[in-house]
């Protein structure tokens, strides 16, 4: 089973904890959580609500995020996300609802709020359960030296990407990855 399908929960678990975080009143906040960036190359319309690219990239805000099959609290929840920072691709907006994939393809409904504009990515996650790492350098060269190797599936702030690099923060460590290797960015999205 893949790390990001241990992160998830059952529908029927999801479906049960859902009913207990509306009755704790989980709150719907700030309509404009997703905060705009420079629209990257692969930003080929502007979302009807928000006016933000689409598609585009974005990370869960919270530790526990509903997808639901539809752009409303009354749908069914399918998964329950568990990891804060794990980065999502918003495919299509409905008034505040995002729908979204994640790196593995599955699509749902999330409500915005719990949507963070703040970019993140997982560490060649079409890797996971292989014996392959990814390469942390010091700089954007496959010459410069080794700050770490990180193993598919981890997740990793973005700052930056470039040039077909990116420059990324894991584990309090900073340094460079080669854009190809990470989900979370577009192959030559700039910013």
């Known amino acids: 089973m893949s790390m990001l399908r241990r992160l998830l929960l059952s529908v029927a678990t999801a479906a049960c904890l859902a009913g207990s975080l509306m009755s704790a009143g989980a709150v719907e906040a700030d309509p404009e ?8 190359e692969a930003g080929e319309a502007a979302g ?6 689409l598609p585009r990239f974005v990370s869960l805000k919270s530790a526990r995020v509903n997808l639901r099959v539809g752009p409303g609290k009354d749908y069914a929840v399918s998964w329950l996300y568990l990891k804060p920072g794990l980065p999502v691709e918003v495919v299509q907006e409905y008034e505040l609802w995002r729908r979204v994939r ?16 703040e970019r993140t990515a997982i560490a060649a996650p079409w890797l996971a359960g292989k014996s392959a790492t990814v390469d942390l350098r010091r700089s954007a060269s496959d010459d410069s030296g080794l ?8 997740v990793t702030k973005v700052k930056e990407c470039g040039l077909g690099w990116c420059e990324v923060e894991v584990a309090n460590r900073d340094g460079y990855v080669r854009q190809h290797e990470i989900w979370g960015v577009y192959p030559d999205e700039r910013f």
């Open 33 to 40: 959580s997703e905060q705009p960036g420079e629209a990257g």
């Open 48 to 53: 009807t609500y928000s006016k933000l690219p």
């Open 102 to 117: 994640d790196s593995e393809g599955s699509e749902g409904w999330v409500y915005h709020s719990l949507l963070s504009g």
């Open 147 to 154: 700050v770490a190797r990180m193993e598919p599936g981890v």
